[in-house]
């Protein structure tokens, strides 16, 4: 199988490979776990089968996916960031994921189809080209195999009690974020539109967290990570400053709960 390391569907992650990022998606990735043994549980999968976790970061889903499997199927988690996939490396020998392999590099479009399922979750997001990702992640299904996609949309995400520094940061964040915030709602189009899948099952999972929880302070911590590519799309430094100490009070205090973006989870088979 071919991988790029170009793609003609260029998305640098802007998040970045910082161990507090490897934290925070392994965190995200136990709150998700319910969600995505779901979707798993959905898709028929012959035995024995081949999948691979498309941008699989330090884990993605590859232990669900080593379970769906079975021992003599196989998995790849496939990321194009080389951090990433070191630590994608060592939650597998972490878990002992013995049908587990990994590699570094992007789906290329022209891959031959070898997967009965291709699965990507919060990828698509932060890709400045969706349509192409998902037309790649087709090209690698088998005829009659499964794509399965999981992406946030933003309309649902809020702070209860409302907060004027929430919708300002939110409303400021959403256009340097570097892909489409509300790709969710867009999924069952593009499985049919880019994927050719003629039939698409949808679901959708809404979080709800509280003080400490690891995700009830992102919209704070994206201000941090966004700051710069904000004050060159000439934010005023102070202003950015203010709300983030505005928001940082609201979302300590322990009565403050955050609704998270709608997780949808879009999945069809390749015709
Ligand atoms: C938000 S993280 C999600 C990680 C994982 N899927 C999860 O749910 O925890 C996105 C990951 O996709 C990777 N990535 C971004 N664009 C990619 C591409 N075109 N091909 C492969 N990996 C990509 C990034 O390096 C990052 O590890």
């Known amino acids: 199988m071919t991988r790029s390391a170009s793609a003609p569907h260029d998305s640098a992650y802007l998040l970045g490979a910082s161990s507090a990022e490897h934290r925070r998606l392994l965190a995200q990735g136990d709150l998700l776990r319910d969600a995505a043994?779901?979707?798993?549980?959905?898709?028929?999968?012959?035995a024995p089968a081949r999948a691979i976790d498309v941008g699989c970061g330090p884990l993605g889903i590859l232990d669900l996916l080593s379970d769906a499997v079975g021992p003599r199927g196989g998995v790849v988690g496939l990321d194009d960031n080389e951090q990433m996939i070191a630590?994608?490396?060592?939650?597998?020998?972490?878990?002992?994921?013995?049908?587990?392999?990994?590699?570094?590099?992007?789906?290329?479009?022209?891959?031959?189809?070898?997967?009965?399922?291709?699965?990507?979750?919060?990828?698509l997001i932060n890709s400045a080209d969706p349509a192409a990702v998902v037309s790649a992640m087709a090209a690698v299904t088998r005829p009659g195999g499964w794509i399965a996609?999981?992406?946030?949309?933003?309309?649902?995400?809020?702070?209860?009690?409302?907060?004027?520094?929430?919708?300002?940061?939110?409303?400021?964040?959403?256009?340097?974020?570097?892909?489409?915030?509300?790709?969710?709602?867009?999924?069952?189009?593009?499985l049919r539109e880019a994927a050719g899948c003629q039939e698409v099952h949808t679901a959708a999972h809404a979080f709800y967290w509280l003080p400490r929880s690891p995700c009830q302070r992102l919209l704070l911590q994206f201000a941090g990570l966004f700051g710069e590519r904000l004050l060159a799309r000439g934010t005023d430094p102070d202003t950015l400053a203010t709300l983030k100490c505005e928001l940082g009070a609201h979302l300590a205090r322990p009565t403050t709960v955050v609704r998270e973006s709608l997780l949808v989870q879009a999945w069809g088979r390749r015709p």
Not at 152 to 159: F, L, R
């Open 37 to 46: 043994r779901q979707l798993v549980a959905r898709l028929a999968l012959p």
């Open 87 to 123: 630590w994608a490396r060592q939650s597998i020998a972490r878990l002992g994921l013995a049908n587990v392999t990994t590699e570094l590099g992007r789906l290329s479009g022209g891959d031959r189809p070898a997967f009965d399922l291709a699965h990507c979750r919060l990828l």
């Open 149 to 190: 996609v999981q992406e946030y949309d933003w309309a649902t995400w809020q702070c209860d009690p409302p907060h004027p520094a929430w919708d300002a940061l939110k409303a400021m964040i959403a256009p340097v974020f570097g892909g489409d915030v509300h790709i969710g709602a867009r999924l069952p189009s593009l």
